[in-house]
């Protein structure tokens, strides 16, 4: 039995890594379990299901935004989502900034469950996709107040806002 969870230890050991930081203890928890019980086919359909967990994270599920959606939309490396969409689909500085907030904040959302949108990484992704305006930065953000609700240093993004979040992410892949 020892011989079949040392030679299986180093896959549990990959798959609970892919998880999601706060899913990685308990993916391995049950996989070792299985392992040890000698079910490896359960461990096999345990480590589909945790595999796969990393892609279905609480927001997409919620939203009904599939793997190959996302995946064109954001990165993920394990535990970090990182934008690499280069066309917005949008002619104006304000609307530009405002789908950048709506997804940041499903970023920080996904990586903290925190959907806190921190003013300077607003300004700093703003300058990356060159619709940065520093004159009306603000203002863009209160005419928005139903999705972002005003805190020290940044946004809040409401739960309409991460409805909204999850329409332009449809809307962009």
């Not at 299901?49 to 394990?78: C, M, R, T, Y």
């Amino acid at each position: 039995m020892f011989d079949k969870v040392k030679e299986n230890l180093e896959k549990v050991i990959e798959i609970a890594d892919s998880c999601p930081e706060n899913y990685r203890v308990k993916c391995f928890e049950v996989l070792l379990e299985a392992l040890v019980r000698g079910e490896p086919e359960k461990a096999v359909a345990y480590s589909d299901q945790a595999v796969s967990a990393k892609s279905k994270a609480p927001f997409f599920a919620q939203h009904d935004i599939q793997d190959e959606l996302w995946q064109k939309l954001f990165n993920f490396d394990g535990s970090n989502y990182e934008l690499i969409i280069n066309d917005l689909k949008e002619r104006t500085v304000a609307k530009k900034q405002i789908k950048l907030a709506l997804i940041l904040g499903v970023k920080n959302l996904l990586e903290s469950n925190e959907p806190f949108i921190a003013k300077n990484s607003l300004v700093e992704l703003c300058k990356q996709y060159s619709c940065y305006d520093s004159k009306n930065f603000k203002t863009y953000m209160k005419k928005n107040k139903n999705w972002f609700l005003n805190k020290a240093n940044g946004w809040n993004l409401t739960i309409p806002g991460q409805k909204e979040a999850a329409n332009v992410i449809k809307e962009l892949v």
